[in-house]
């Protein structure tokens, strides 16, 4: 005789994506948040450079 605790159902995995969710999310907005630092450390510096070049 089955019981709850024997059932093939009751033995099966949850999915993948319950015990191991995406971060592709997390990983996409760090992503662009660097990329957005990074063209205005750009920017900051090509200002200050056009500034030293052009005040001499």
Do not use: C
Request: aromatic share 10%; hydrophobic share 45%.
């Amino acid at each position: 005789m089955l019981t709850e605790e024997d059932s093939p159902e009751a033995r099966r995995l949850p999915p993948r994506k319950v015990i191991h969710p995406s971060e592709k999310g997390v990983w996409t907005r760090r992503f662009y948040h660097i990329l957005v630092g990074l063209f205005i450390l750009l920017l900051a510096g090509l200002i200050f450079w056009g500034h030293q070049v052009t005040n001499r």
